[in-house]
């Protein structure tokens, strides 16, 4: 009996094509633009949010810390890759944020995984906002548990979802939504988890360094500082200005992750450049928690100029100011007319944004000044696309 004919493909990623024709005709192709160190653009699409990414402070810091630790961290935590800089940073993350213990990792993203799946199993319950961010979801189904995921920031729904199960469950969500900026509502939410005897666990990358007192986080603006039941995420890449992440709780949650999180175990700790960066910017903002309640302000005006001009624009719960664009198209065209008159905003446009509307991304630093901000109100009016106004 012979055997089937075999199928020979002649090119087997020639469905790539197919791909980015689809793509091309949506209006969603992305390229990577390098960004050159003197650009003289005005930045209104990066999350440095306290204006620390440059601070010479900071800089230094990170001189300092590669040229006394070398390059790279050279391996796991577990193995060689911990230094004094990681415990340090550790140590005083977690005492500025009011928890028992923080555990850092190479980044946000990874942070997340790493909680996401150590904290569950395949008996758990999993309630996710249908807003989180793509690591919180991709945490989700790397944990292989169930998972229900429920309206944008709806306490009730949590609860109703919660409701009658029986074993471990675990209620995950963004502190700061990254498309609009608008924040969870965070103790109707614990409060959800704690009638059910849930755990939360909350992702403060937009929050962290811009809500609660002097920066410390959604959290702690909640009355969560340390609550039992209460897991937080950061990443050091926004408001530190730097590179990396943290899980923040208590502290037999951070032994459980060093032994069981993947992303953990088996990763290259952060670099020391990036960990003494993220020390310096920590401290930093200790000393300076005035830049805090700058973003938040300068966001509020940003928003209210917008409104004023006539743009569909969300109210900012912290530093990111969202404005509706007619079309994914419309919005890519908007983003680049702006970067062709002097400013640089981001463009959100499907699968970035969970309602498939595309928008402008504003990010409201604490560095901005009044004349900057005249200047980036005029060239958006200026090069906005037809039915971006009301």
């Known amino acids: ?57 900071v800089a230094e810091a990170a001189a300092r810390a590669a040229r006394r630790w070398g390059a790279g961290a050279t391996g796991s935590r577990l193995v ?9 940073l550790e140590a005083e993350l977690a005492a500025f944020c009011g928890a028992e213990a923080a555990l850092v990792l190479s980044s946000g993203y990874a942070a997340n995984l790493a909680a996401v799946t150590a904290l569950t199993d395949h008996g758990t319950l999993l309630v996710s906002d249908a807003a989180n961010h793509a690591s919180l979801i991709d945490g989700c189904r790397l944990s292989r548990a169930q998972t229900v995921v429920v309206p944008h920031a709806d306490p009730e729904a949590v609860h109703k979802a919660l409701d009658g199960h ?36 909350v992702d403060d990358a937009h929050g962290f360094g811009v809500l609660g007192t002097g920066g410390r986080g959604a959290p702690q603006a909640a009355g969560l500082a340390g609550d039992a039941a209460t897991v937080t995420t950061v990443t050091l890449s926004k408001s530190l200005g730097s590179q990396g992440g943290a899980v923040l709780g208590p502290a037999r949650v951070i032994e459980h992750l060093v032994n ?87 463009c959100f446009r499907p699968p970035s944004v969970p309602d498939g509307v595309s928008r402008l991304r504003l990010t409201a630093r604490a560095d901005l000044t009044e004349e900057q901000l005249q200047a980036a109100l005029a060239v958006l009016v200026a090069s906005a696309p037809p039915g971006a106004l009301a």
């Not at 502190?175 to 849930?198: E, I, K």
């Not at 928003?303 to 079309?327: K, N």
Request: hydrophobic content about 45%.
């Open 166 to 201: 029986a074993g471990r469950a675990l209620a995950v969500t963004d502190s700061v939504f990254s498309v609009d900026g608008d924040a969870a509502p965070l103790p109707a939410l614990a409060a959800a988890c704690r009638d059910q005897g849930a755990a939360l666990l």
């Open 260 to 346: 069981t999180a993947r992303t953990f175990v088996f990763d290259t700790g952060l670099a020391p450049a990036a960990t003494g960066a993220a020390l310096a910017a920590l401290r930093l903002l200790g000393e300076e928690p005035q830049r805090a309640a700058r973003a938040r302000s300068v966001a509020a005006e940003l928003h209210r100029r917008l409104t004023e001009a006539g743009f569909t624009t969300a109210r900012p719960d912290a530093a990111v100011v969202s404005v509706r664009a007619p079309s994914p198209g419309a919005a890519l065209e908007w983003a680049e007319g702006c970067r062709a008159a002097g400013l640089h905003v981001g």
């Open 80 to 88: 060689t890759g911990s230094t004094e800089l990681h415990a340090a």
């Open 1 to 57: 009996m012979s055997s089937p004919e075999k199928r020979v493909h002649a090119d087997p990623f020639g469905w790539l094509e197919t791909a980015r024709a689809a793509r091309e005709r949506a209006g969603l192709v992305r390229t990577l633009r390098p960004r050159a160190a003197d650009s003289p653009l005005l930045d209104l699409a990066s999350n440095d949010y306290l204006g620390l990414a440059r601070h010479p402070q």
